[in-house]
């Protein structure tokens, strides 16, 4: 087709490629949530259907990108773990943050309805994207025992946080009281004071949620030209697993493979 | 709060930042769009509502990013020009490119009942960002001159070859005729065969969309934070103006500033 | 030729373009250049045949890259201006950071017996590279003045505490006296205790080194394949002038063309 | 001390550290080294004096940089390898391709008259540089091999084609002589029609140049502050081992430790 004269500004564009055979790790954050959660009356420390909208939409980034391996995601953040050896998009870091934050952000709107009927949306979710690349299987297994430690550590903080204010405390006096104290005061806080058995809580709001793909063989859609193509990996599924100990990733020897 | 001893996979989060003083552009293009408007069977060679469903969420996107100057969008694609000076979120690439992606998906979900109130959303939209850096105000106006003059050349070229292919030739046999032709051919045929006077068409189609600010003071919500902040620079509007010669920008010397 | 199955290996190398019609500043420091100095028997706070050798490098550098508009020098830094619009070597970062280091740094090895002719040389000196982008010519002057502004404060510093420490005080006790001293404080005390006139100094030491072409056609060496070719601007020289004020811009409006 | 207003433009130098836990391989190449060793009279096809000249720098940068794990060089080449978890410089690519360009040039110049005492330096040799990451042993081992492996298809290129060019043909006619042969082809030229073994050509020649520290431990002077620090790794050695097999790397687990 014709060319004009400005053509030339195209080689501004510069390219941004990862690192080949590093595991790339998009990752998302909900950008103001708490004042997004406030708004829609999220509850407090967790809200389940808040949480189930954020796995549905991360299944349908999995859906859409089949060289993701493995996600993980707690409170509004998700994780997106692209096999090492992939090549889709040149492997360009932004393209492939803006592509999983746009599906993810568009998703989260598209099952808004779906996940909370009588609480009608009313402000856009924006979420942040960023890529993190690791070399090697060890240092990502790594990445995301941080992931889940942190769901666990602000989990226990906002439990304990929660049922203070509930209990009638102010903000900043539930704060200072559980300045400084470590994990097992807050567990006895929570079980001496307010009942609470910490370890019986859903186990999504402790280890937050895990979506993989099951190992069968499945034809799903191919992100980039739309064509179906056979892969690996069937179903994808969300569970709420230990992934920092070895037990998982002995079971699943094909997501790091 | 506690930290866990994988804290370290941090480091691995490089920085991306633009260089500063030059103006910044995101330029969003729908991804499979040619699939997605057959599938929401939007009219060819333009939907008028698909159109006014992309300008809607530009300007949502300016509504949100007080730091953008001027917007340019044409068919599924959208440029948002950051000011030069502009230091939001330290210039971060990835940060500017994934939120304003975000911003825009969420919206054109969110938005899409309003336009297509008779035609449901059967999928997913994604659009893919990338930014672009521009060292001069000069250089910047060939870039906004190189969108809007490619608005024209597809334009043009879409209307008659639609024109070919709903008076009864094939898509090859409407792509054959076109190869090579110029512009006044290509008038030239749309009148005398199909009646269509080009520069009758209307100017969306022909310009594509410029969206602005009034000059006016106005508070907006700042992006960063939800806090109310007074700012230059007034209503978002979409016009359809030539932003190729220099009327445009001696009557709007703000926008360069 | 022949290629090994090891080849794959080529493509961790990622391409590293500097953006376009951006001034490329190349700065080079020495490393460890106050031991040198030291081990070298350098004459304090100034030592004029190490500056000279400091120029002749620069020279050397401007002769064999074409493409370097202007260079400013002082103490063990030089900074190399690549014109806006080149495209050499792709403008690839690294590859013109290493080639202009590795030049100057050759050369410094070559011409010190010429310029220390009872000094043998006792170590390798060692310099550093960066590669730093202005996107206009505005920014670029008001990088020239920075080094040219830092050269004066650093030697009106370096000539009050050498002659405090040449009439026997000790570093430390230099240095508690000059601390937080205003300029006028330091000319009177160069004026009154030891009566240096501080404008009479060498003007290389207060103004630092300009590296240009003079801008008469010559036949030079092209870096890149060692061929003949004609290029405007001839002579490289070595002048003190002033390049903060306009004057000396507005006599070689040929350098930021 | 003062600051100027020019200040600002230091902001322009945008940080470029490598991913952490990778190898960073530091590649130097000869920039128009045909030309330079037809000036200085090379023997074709390899001259041991430049070879052995080239190796005394490695030793050097080695000695300079207590982090590189190990070198390789064949030609106008060299690769230093730095250990995956060195922190020195930040990583900065910049900072230590340049640092390493610049002791490599250096050193070349002063160490020249040893190497060549009769043969005066005509023209300042020239080095560029890159940085390149590897992610793993695997792919670095496969890196140097690749290298090694290089050095030997050109090695017997050349030796071949000197033979042909010293028995009397043009460099063209030799050139179209050897296109599109194999490995065992040129062996047997070289035997039938030089009585050239390829084989017992010298190791240097055929394997190029490896250069490590033995383990025992050694003080060295650290290269950046040049204080002296106990380290691992003592005296820099150069071998021709073969460090494709994985004998070599069995004996020195230490390198990639």
């Known amino acids: 087709m014709a060319k004009s004269r400005f053509e030339y500004v195209k080689q501004f564009e510069l390219e941004d ?25 999220f509850k ?15 299944v349908e980034v999995l859906e859409a990108f089949p060289d993701i391996r493995i996600a993980f995601g707690e409170s509004d953040e998700y994780s997106f773990v692209f096999s090492k050896t992939c090549k ?19 998703n989260y709107v598209r099952w808004w309805p779906e996940h909370f009927p009588s609480q009608p949306l009313l402000c856009t979710p924006i979420f942040d994207g ?15 025992a941080w992931r889940q430690a942190d ?20 903000r900043t006096e539930a704060q200072d009281h559980l300045k400084g104290t470590q994990t097992a005061y807050k567990n006895e806080l929570l079980f001496s004071e307010f009942g609470i058995k910490y370890g019986l809580l859903p186990v999504m709001f402790r280890k937050g949620s895990v979506v993989t793909r099951s ?21 994808v599924t969300v569970t709420h697993e ?4 070895d037990a998982f990733w002995e079971t699943r020897p094909d997501i790091l493979m």
């Open 17 to 41: 490629p990862l690192l080949p055979h590093c595991w790339i790790v998009i990752r998302l954050d909900g950008k103001g949530f708490t004042r997004f959660s406030e708004l829609h009356n």
């Open 44 to 58: 407090k420390p967790n809200d389940e259907q808040a949480l189930r909208l954020m796995n549905r939409c991360a």
């Open 88 to 106: 889709i998009y040149g492997r360009r870091s932004s393209k492939l943050v803006s592509l999983v934050t746009s599906c993810f952000s568009g």
């Open 130 to 144: 960023r890529a993190v690349c690791y070399p090697t299987d060890h240092i990502l297994r790594h990445y995301l």
């Open 151 to 170: 769901t666990h550590i602000n989990n226990q903080y906002n439990t304990c946080f929660w049922a203070l204010v509930h209990s009638g405390k102010s």
């Open 215 to 235: 190992r069968r063989q499945k034809t799903v859609k191919h992100a980039e030209d739309g064509t179906a193509v056979q892969r690996e990996g069937g179903e």
């Open 242 to 245: 230990d992934i920092i100990d």
